[in-house]
Every structure is written in structure tokens, then in C-alpha cells.
T-cell receptor, first 113, second 111 residues
Framework: SAVISQKPSRDICQRGTSLTIQCQVD?????MFWYRQQPGQSLTLIAT?????????ESGFVIDKFPISRPNLTFSTLTVSNMSPEDSSIYLC??????????FGSGTQLSVL | GENVEQHPSTLSVQEGDSAVIKCTYS??????FPWYKQELGKGPQLIID?????GEKKDQRIAVTLNKTAKHFSLHITETQPEDSAVYFC??????????FGTGTRLTIIP
């Protein structure tokens, strides 16, 4: 299985600011994804982080709000831009290992005041 | 696109008894069905998965069954223990498309 390190684990931010979340995988993986999980809810895919090219965003998520970088096969970042209280959520990084198995980081608990 | 329904949303089970969580999916082409356990403050952990060419898979106290005709799959936990208390998510996937998750089941094991 892939081991995924995500940081920060939590943060409290002021509205209007931006936060960048980092995700490091312990092995090279083809596919990396970013999810959002609102309190008590299921997981919603934000985007697929593509190595060397622009991320692929799901409906309802845009690059200006959630810019993503993926400079290599083990690392990705997600930025939550111009934050509002509605962005308060858990953000999860994930990577696809062998056999389509999807592994998750421990998540970033974001609170926006 | 794929739609996954999960029941029940909450489940309380006496320690030592069995727990069953059920999911249905809409796309008959789905061929991969993982189950995740999420403890408080942690990311989802893959606990077992099954592919469409298999009807049942077991790993110690955990088993998953798949009924392709009825388009439903279930997670079975036997001899439940307090550490089994968590939120469980099922998911389904068609080929190279994204995973679609169920809405989750909060399982509480009563000592």
C-alpha cells in the first residue's frame, strides 16, 4: 500500500486568505486526487492532479479557487484560495496504487473564520 | 453516471455480534467495489475490496459479498469489537472512471 503524508493536519484561517496543502506519497504513483469531505458527509472529488499538466476538475470546482500542482509522481499541492467560511471542511489527498486501490492521506481539517 | 446508495446510515451492534452494511449501485458496468473505514480525525482506510468476477471475499473477520444481478454488495463484520466503531464507506467504479462513494454508515459497537 502507498503511504501518504499530508500537511498541515489542521489550520484555522481568516477569510480572504489562501492555504496550500501538501501531499507526499512514499512511492511513484500515476494517479493522485484531491477530495473534500464536509462534516458528517461523504467524499467529493475536487480534481485529478495530473503530472506535468493542468489538473482535471470535477463539476462545481474551478482552477481559480482550487489551484493544484503536481511537479512529479510523488508530490502534489492543493491551494484553497480566497477562503470563506463555506470552505471549512476536511481536504483529503489520495493516490492510486496497484490494482486500482485508492489510498488516502490523514486529511487537513480547515476552519475559516 | 454511477450512483451508490448505502444503508443504514447508523448502526449499533452489541460487542461480539455481527454487523452488515449494504450498498446498491446503478451502473451494471461497475467492476470494482472497495470498502473504507474512517476513524475520527483520520483519512479513509481501505479495508477490503472485490472485483466483479468474484462473488465473495473474506479477510479474517471482514467479508464482502457481491450480487451483480441485483447490483448490490455488502460488508459483513463478525465478532465485532469496540475498535470496529467508525464510519464505513462503500464505493463503486467503472473501468478507469472515478470512484463513486456511498453516503457512509456510522457503526457503533456497544460494549
Amino acid at each position: 500500500s502507498a503511504v501518504i503524508s499530508q500537511k498541515p493536519s489542521r489550520d484555522i484561517c481568516q477569510r480572504g486568505t489562501s492555504l496550500t496543502i501538501q501531499c507526499q506519497v512514499d512511492s511513484q504513483v500515476t494517479m493522485m486526487f484531491w477530495y473534500r469531505q464536509q462534516p458528517g458527509q461523504s467524499l467529493t472529488l475536487i480534481a485529478t492532479a495530473n503530472q506535468g499538466s493542468e489538473a482535471t476538475y470535477e463539476s462545481g470546482f474551478v482552477i481559480d479557487k482550487f489551484p493544484i500542482s503536481r511537479p512529479n509522481l510523488t508530490f502534489s499541492t492543493l491551494t484553497v484560495s480566497n477562503m470563506s467560511p463555506e470552505d471549512s471542511s476536511i481536504y483529503l489527498c489520495s493516490a492510486q496504487g496497484p490494482g486500482e486501490k485508492l489510498f488516502f492521506g490523514s486529511g487537513t481539517q480547515l476552519s475559516v473564520l | 453516471g454511477e450512483n451508490v446508495e448505502q444503508h443504514p446510515s447508523t448502526l449499533s451492534v452489541q460487542e461480539g455480534d455481527s454487523a452488515v452494511i449494504k450498498c446498491t449501485y446503478s451502473d451494471s458496468a461497475s467492476n470494482y467495489f472497495p470498502w473504507y473505514k474512517q476513524e475520527l480525525g483520520k483519512g479513509p482506510q481501505l479495508i477490503i475490496d472485490i472485483r466483479s468476477n468474484v462473488g465473495e471475499k473474506k479477510d479474517q473477520r471482514i467479508a464482502v459479498t457481491l450480487n451483480k444481478t441485483a447490483k448490490h454488495f455488502s460488508l459483513h463484520i463478525t465478532e465485532t469489537q469496540p475498535e470496529d466503531s467508525a464510519v464505513y464507506f462503500c464505493a463503486a467504479k467503472v473501468g478507469n472512471e472515478k470512484l463513486t462513494f456511498g453516503t457512509g454508515t456510522r457503526l457503533t459497537i456497544i460494549p
